[in-house]
C-alpha cells in the first residue's frame, strides 16, 4: 500500500511542478513582458519561438535580406501587440500567421519592384536531393496554414511541426484532449480538400515539416546571445538608444493599428532595445531598402549609393572593454572591489575600473612578467619577471617589483640574481603584506616589503612546481616531486612533507586555517593533507586538472580555473565547497579557459582573466559586472573579405565573427572548438571556411551561420594553418602543421587529393617522430596559397618551397633572406612572392664582462620573380623583424604591418608592385598584426593586439612616407 506521506509528498511535488510549467508558459511571459517590462521575458519568447520564425520567413520570401527584414518586423508586432497576443490560441501559432503575412506582402512587392541589391543574394536553398519538390510542398502547406482560423492553427503546429502528441498539445494549450481531438481532425479536413485541389496528398504535406527540420537553418546563435545582454541592460536603464530601421518599422505597421503617442514611444523604445541587442537584426540597415520603402511600389529602383567614406583614422572593430593583452595574466581587486589590477604580458600592470571596463591607469615595469601577487585587499601588489637593460652597462636580470596599489608608484625594484641561468619564478604575499616569498630556480627567498630587503633564503636544487604561503605568512609549502614544509620564522630547515607524484605538482594552496594543504597530484585530482601529520585525509576528483584557485575571504568556498584540454568546451570558474568536495557554482568565462581567479576583500566580488579578457562577477547574484559588447576575446589571427564587403576576422577565442566594416556593427559568430588558425570566404561569398588546431576544419553558409561540412583538419597542434577556395568555390585548399596539403571537394565535402609536403632538412624517417620533428620545425614560419590555387608556398628559416597544387609535386627552392624569413604571400597568379626577413642582431661587451645581445633595428623586404629566381627589389622596413606581407586582390599593390618598439612607431607601408616605390603609410596607434585587402583593393582591415582591429580607406588613411 502507498504511504500517504508518500502520496501526499508526490501530489505536492506535481503541484510545484504545474506551477513552475505554468510560470513559464508563453502567457506568462507575455504578462511578465506587458506588466513588468521584462526584457528577459521577450527573451525567452524569441528562443522559443526564433527557429520556427525564421524557418517561415526563409521560405516565403525570395531573398536573405528580405527574411531578415520579415523576421524582425514580426517580433517588433508582438512587441506591440503583446497584451492582445495573450487572448490568442497559442503564441506560435500567432507568430506563424503574422509571418507569413508580412513575408507575402515583401514577395509581392518585390516581385513588382525588384531591388537590384537584392537580386545578387538568394536565400539558400535545401540539399539538392529534397529541395525542389518538398519546398514546393512546404509553400504550399504554409499558404494554406495561413488560411486556417488561429484555433485550428494551433494545433496542427504542435502536433504535426513540433512532434507533440495530443495530450501534450492539450496541456500546451490549456484545453481538453477532446477539444484539441476535434479541431486537429477539423483541421486536417479543411487542409485535405485545399491540398487535394493543388494535387497534394494530406499525409506528404503533414510530412514534411518533421522529415526537414534539420534542413531548416536556425537562428544564429549570437544573436540569442546578444539580445540576453541587451536585454538586461533595457531593464536597468529604460533605452539602450538605437534608431530602428524604416523598412522594419513600415512592414511592422502593416499587421499594427495606429496607436497612441505613448504607446508607440514605448514600443519603439522595447524594439530599439531588441535591436541593439542584434536579436532581431543581423545586418545594419539597408539606406537602399529604406529608400525603397519612401518611394513606394511604383517608384524607379535607386541608384547605387557608393560606399561612405571612412574616417583617417579608420572604423573600430571590436571592443577594448576588459580586453587585457597577452598569456599568464594574473588579476586582483584593489580599492574596495571597484579597481581590478592586472598584471600581464610585456610587463605593464593596468587599473580598471569595473563598471566601465576601462583602463584608467598604467604601470610600465619595462620588462617581462611572469607571476604576480596581492594581498587580499589589494593595497600591495608582488610582481615577478625579467627587468630589461637601462643603459650600455646594464645587462637587465630577474626583478621583484612591490607596487603600492593606492599610490600606484613603484615602492621597491628588487634584483634577483641568476644562479641556473633558468627564469622558473614564482611569487605569494602575506595577508598582512609584510612579507613576500618568490622561488627562484629553485631558490626560496623571504623578502620585506617595506624595506625591500631579503630576509632569509633556502638554496634548492630543482626549480619547484609550485609554491604556497600560509595566510598568516609564517609557513610556505614548495616543492614538484617533493613537498616541502618550511616554518621559516622559526630558523629551521625546510623538512619533506609528502611524495605527491611521479610528474610533479603545478598547483597547491594552505586552507584559510592553516590546517591543511591541498595540492593536485597524479590524474588532476585534488589532494587534501593534514598539516601536522602530513596524512592525506582526503581526494576530490572535480572532473579536471585545476590550474589556478582562490579561498574566498571565509574559507566556505573555492573558485577554481583549470587547466585547459584540447578540444574540450571551457568549463569557466567552478566554485567549490571544500567540506563537502561538492560544485556549488559555475561562471561562464567565454570559449577558452580562465588563466587566474581571485576574490573582493569581502567576498562579493570574483574576477577572472582569460588570455584576452577580463571578467568580474557579483558573487550573490553571479550576474557579470560592467559591459560586455561583442567582440573577440581573444588574438585575431586572420581577415578575409566577403564580395558584398562583409568582413570576416578569425581569433585565438575559437569563434569567426563577421562585421559591418562601414559601421563596425558585428554579424555572426561561428564557433570551433579550438583556437581558429585561418579562415577563407569563397568568392561568391556564400561559403565561410574555419581552420583551428584539433583538427576542427569547417565549412559554413554565410548567409544562415550553419556549418555545412565538418572535416579533417590539418593537425591536433601547432599553430600554422592555411585555407583558400578555389576561384569558382568548387574545391577548398587547406594545409597545417600536419604538413599535408589537402583539395576538398565543396558540393559533397569529400577529399579530391591530399599531398605530403616534405620541408627542407626533414626526411621521411623524422615524419614519424613526433619529439624529432617538432625540433626540426621549431625554424618553421610562413606559408600562403596563391589565390588562383595553382601555388602552395612555405618556408623553413630561409629556405621557400613552392610546390604545383595540382600535383603535389614541388616546383622549386628558393633562398630568399640569409637571416631567415618571418612572413611571406603569393600574388593571386603565384608567379611573384613578397618575403618579410629577420634583421640581424648585435652583440655589444659590456664593462662587467658580459654580452649583451639587442634585437636589430631594421629587417629586408623583398619581391621575387618565383619563375626566374630573381629579386625584382628590395627595401629596408623598421624594426627587427617583419610581421606580415600581402597583396591586394589584383596582385597591383603590396603591403606590410612594421614597428619599432624604441620609437614607438607603428604603421602599414603599401608598394607599387611593379617598380617598388612607396606608395605611403598608414600611421598606426599601436603594433599590428594580420591585415588584409578587400575585394575592392580600396580598403584594409588591421588587427591589433588588444583583440580589436580597424577598416582603413586607403583614400583617407594613407599619407605620404616620413622616411624618419
Not at 631558490?443 to 632569509?456: A, Q
Not at 622559526?490 to 598547483?507: H, I, L, N
Not at 629586408?860 to 610581421?883: C, F, H, N, R, Y
Amino acid at each position: 500500500m502507498l504511504d500517504p506521506r508518500r502520496g501526499t509528498a508526490l501530489y505536492r511535488a506535481a503541484e510545484s511542478l504545474a506551477r513552475l510549467k505554468e510560470a513559464t508558459s508563453d502567457r506568462a511571459l507575455l504578462h511578465r513582458f506587458t506588466r513588468d517590462h521584462d526584457p528577459a521575458a521577450f527573451t525567452e519568447l524569441l528562443a522559443r519561438h526564433g527557429p520556427a520564425v525564421w524557418g517561415v520567413c526563409r521560405r516565403v520570401t525570395r531573398h536573405h535580406a528580405d527574411a531578415e527584414d520579415v523576421f524582425q518586423a514580426t517580433f517588433l508586432v508582438l512587441a506591440r501587440q503583446a497584451a492582445r497576443v495573450q487572448k490568442a490560441a497559442s503564441v506560435g501559432s500567432w507568430l506563424y500567421g503574422v509571418a507569413l503575412r508580412i513575408g507575402r506582402k515583401v514577395r509581392a512587392k518585390g516581385d513588382r519592384v525588384p531591388i537590384p541589391a537584392r537580386l545578387t543574394s538568394p536565400a539558400a536553398p535545401l540539399e539538392p536531393p529534397v529541395a525542389l519538390s518538398w519546398n514546393e510542398v512546404r509553400g504550399a502547406l504554409d499558404e494554406e496554414l495561413a488560411r486556417l482560423p488561429d484555433r485550428l492553427r494551433a494545433v496542427v503546429l504542435l502536433c504535426y511541426f513540433q512532434g507533440m502528441t495530443q495530450d501534450e498539445a492539450a496541456a500546451e494549450l490549456g484545453w481538453t484532449a477532446r477539444t484539441v481531438k476535434a479541431r486537429v481532425a477539423r483541421a486536417r479536413e479543411l487542409l485535405r480538400a485545399r491540398l487535394t485541389r493543388r494535387g497534394i496528398e494530406l499525409s506528404a504535406a503533414l510530412a514534411v515539416p518533421l522529415l526537414t527540420a534539420e534542413l531548416v537553418p536556425a537562428v544564429p546563435g549570437h544573436l540569442l546571445t546578444a539580445l540576453a545582454a541587451s536585454a538586461a541592460g533595457l531593464a536597468r536603464s529604460g533605452s539602450p538608444g538605437t534608431d530602428l530601421s524604416a523598412r522594419v518599422v513600415a512592414l511592422a505597421r502593416t499587421e499594427v493599428p495606429t496607436v497612441s503617442l505613448f504607446r508607440l514611444v514605448v514600443l519603439v523604445t522595447t524594439a530599439a532595445g531588441l535591436l541593439t541587442a542584434g536579436s532581431l537584426i543581423g545586418r545594419p540597415a539597408d539606406p537602399a531598402a529604406e529608400r525603397d520603402v519612401r518611394l513606394g511600389a511604383a517608384a524607379a529602383p535607386p541608384p547605387t549609393v557608393p560606399e561612405p567614406k571612412l574616417p583617417a583614422t579608420g572604423i573600430r572593430i571590436g571592443t577594448k572593454e576588459f580586453r587585457q593583452v597577452g598569456w599568464h595574466t594574473r588579476v586582483f581587486f584593489t580599492d574596495a572591489g571597484k579597481t581590478l589590477m592586472t598584471a600581464g604580458e610585456r610587463g605593464t600592470v593596468r587599473f580598471w575600473d569595473v563598471q566601465r571596463g576601462e583602463t584608467v591607469h598604467e604601470i610600465d615595469l619595462k620588462g617581462n612578467h611572469h607571476d604576480a601577487a596581492a594581498t587580499p585587499d589589494g593595497r600591495l601588489l608582488a610582481v615577478v619577471g625579467y627587468r630589461l637593460p637601462k643603459g650600455n652597462d646594464d645587462a637587465g636580470g630577474d626583478a621583484l617589483w612591490l607596487i603600492d596599489a593606492v599610490d600606484r608608484k613603484v615602492r621597491h625594484c628588487i634584483g634577483i640574481p641568476e644562479r641556473l641561468g633558468g627564469n622558473h619564478q614564482k611569487v605569494c604575499i602575506s595577508d598582512d603584506g609584510k612579507r613576500v616569498v618568490v622561488e627562484h630556480e629553485g631558490d626560496v627567498r623571504i623578502f620585506d616589503t617595506k624595506s625591500g630587503e631579503e630576509l632569509m633564503r633556502h638554496k634548492g636544487r630543482i626549480n619547484a612546481g609550485t609554491l604556497a604561503l600560509s595566510r598568516d605568512g609564517k609557513l610556505i609549502a614548495f616543492g614538484r616531486y617533493d613537498l616541502y614544509l618550511w616554518k621559516w620564522d622559526s630558523g629551521e630547515e625546510p623538512k619533506k612533507f609528502v611524495r605527491v607524484a611521479s610528474f610533479g605538482v603545478e598547483t597547491a594552496g594552505f586552507t584559510p586555517d592553516g590546517k591543511a594543504l591541498l595540492a593536485v597530484s597524479s590524474g588532476g585530482r585534488v589532494a587534501s593533507f593534514d598539516v601536522a601529520t602530513g596524512r592525506q585525509t582526503a581526494t576530490f576528483d572535480l572532473g579536471g586538472t585545476p590550474w589556478k584557485w582562490s579561498f574566498n575571504p571565509d574559507g566556505l568556498a573555492l573558485a577554481i580555473v583549470f587547466m585547459e584540454s584540447r578540444g574540450q568546451e571551457s568549463r569557466g570558474v567552478v566554485l567549490w565547497d571544500p567540506s563537502t568536495g561538492k560544485e556549488i557554482g559555475r561562471l561562464p568565462v567565454g570559449h577558452s579557459n580562465a588563466s587566474h581567479v581571485s576574490w573582493s576583500a569581502d567576498g562579493t566580488r570574483l574576477a577572472a582573466v582569460t588570455d584576452y579578457r577580463i571578467w568580474a562577477w557579483d558573487v550573490a547574484t553571479r550576474k557579470p559586472l560592467g559591459p560586455s559588447s561583442p567582440g573577440h576575446e581573444g588574438y585575431i589571427t586572420a581577415f578575409a573579405f566577403g564580395p558584398d564587403g562583409q568582413l570576416y576576422s578569425a581569433s585565438d577565442d575559437h569563434t569567426i565573427r563577421s562585421w559591418n566594416p562601414t559601421t563596425g556593427k558585428p554579424g555572426q559568430e561561428l564557433i570551433h572548438k579550438a583556437w581558429v588558425r585561418d579562415l577563407a570566404v569563397s568568392d561568391d561569398g556564400s561559403l565561410v571556411a574555419g581552420s583551428a588546431l584539433v583538427n576542427d576544419l569547417r565549412i559554413w553558409d554565410a548567409k544562415s551561420g550553419t556549418e555545412r561540412f565538418r572535416l579533417l583538419g590539418n593537425g591536433e597542434m601547432g599553430g600554422k594553418r592555411r585555407v583558400r577556395f578555389t576561384p569558382d568555390g568548387k574545391q577548398l585548399i587547406a594545409w597545417g602543421d600536419d604538413l599535408f596539403l589537402r583539395v576538398w571537394d565543396m558540393s559533397t565535402g569529400k577529399l579530391r587529393a591530399e599531398y605530403r609536403t616534405l620541408p627542407e632538412g626533414v626526411t621521411e624517417a623524422e615524419l614519424d617522430d613526433e619529439r624529432l620533428l617538432a625540433l626540426k620545425m621549431m625554424g618553421f614560419a610562413p606559408v600562403d596559397i596563391s589565390a588562383d590555387g595553382s601555388t602552395f608556398a612555405f618556408c623553413q628559416h630561409k629556405v621557400v618551397q613552392l610546390f604545383d597544387v595540382a600535383s603535389g609535386r614541388e616546383r622549386s627552392k628558393l633562398e630568399v633572406d640569409p637571416n631567415g624569413i618571418i612572413s611571406l604571400a603569393l600574388s593571386p597568379d603565384g608567379k611573384r612572392m613578397i618575403v618579410g626577413g629577420r634583421g640581424k642582431p648585435t652583440e655589444t661587451r659590456l664593462s662587467n664582462g658580459m654580452t649583451r645581445h639587442s634585437s636589430a633595428k631594421q629587417h629586408q623586404t623583398a619581391l621575387w620573380d618565383v619563375a626566374a629566381k630573381k629579386v625584382i627589389w628590395e627595401t629596408t622596413s623598421p624594426g627587427s623583424w617583419a610581421i606580415q606581407v600581402g597583396f591586394s586582390p589584383d596582385g597591383k599593390r603590396t603591403a606590410e604591418t612594421v614597428s619599432d618598439e624604441d620609437e614607438k612607431t607603428h604603421a602599414v607601408r603599401i608598394w607599387d608592385t611593379e617598380s617598388g616605390k612607396e606608395l605611403g603609410r598608414i600611421e598606426l596607434p599601436s603594433r599590428a598584426g594580420h591585415f588584409a585587402f578587400d575585394r575592392t583593393g580600396q580598403r584594409l582591415a588591421v588587427a591589433y593586439q588588444d583583440t580589436t582591429a580597424a577598416c582603413f580607406d586607403l583614400g583617407t588613411a594613407l599619407k605620404p612616407a616620413n622616411d624618419k
